[in-house]
């Protein structure tokens, strides 16, 4: 019995098996280094707000609050790796809204309450602005609550 085509299969199981492999590994790979470059975003500008907020509500004077804030916001976003360049600081009322609420300035007065937000736009790795816009915006809040008790130090 003499075969005029042979069929000869071997070896393309694993030719397949790379294909489809590399097919469902490179997106995936992508996906968790994306996540994980916005997640990092996330926790620096989580961090950054409430390294300001504390630094804002242990200043013993008004004055000295814009330098001691920026100082602490240097040093959360540093801590990640990150630039101050690409951040945004805001001061908002207690409640409100980070992006679109009204700015106010921080006070110091006994009990008083506002909120410190800190925003930043990641961009999406290995994807062109053209595509992501400004990338992903991730926002950081903390609420400050100036001591009840700030008077008698």
């Known amino acids: 019995m003499s075969q005029d085509h042979p069929c000869n ?8 098996f790379v294909f489809v492999a590399l097919l469902i590994l490179v997106p995936l790979v992508y996906l968790i ?16 707000a409430r390294d300001v907020g504390r630094a804002i509500a242990t200043s013993d004077r008004l004055d000295q609050a814009p330098v001691r804030a920026q100082a602490a916001l240097r040093i959360a ?8 360049a690409d951040v945004q600081l805001r ?3 207690a409640g409100a809204d980070c992006q679109s609420g009204p700015s106010q300035s921080p006070v110091l007065a006994a009990g008083a309450e506002f909120q410190v937000c800190v925003i930043r736009h990641q ?16 926002v950081g809040r903390y609420l400050v609550h100036v001591d009840e008790f700030r008077a008698s130090r």
């Open 9 to 16: 299969d071997e070896g393309n199981a694993i030719i397949e």
């Open 33 to 48: 280094v994306a996540v994980a470059v916005v997640q990092r975003s996330r926790l620096a500008t989580t961090n950054a």
């Open 77 to 84: 976003l540093a801590n990640q790796g990150l630039q101050p």
């Open 91 to 93: 001061f908002v009322a």
């Open 123 to 138: 961009p999406l790795p290995a994807v062109p602005t053209v595509l992501s816009g400004r990338g992903v915006t991730t």
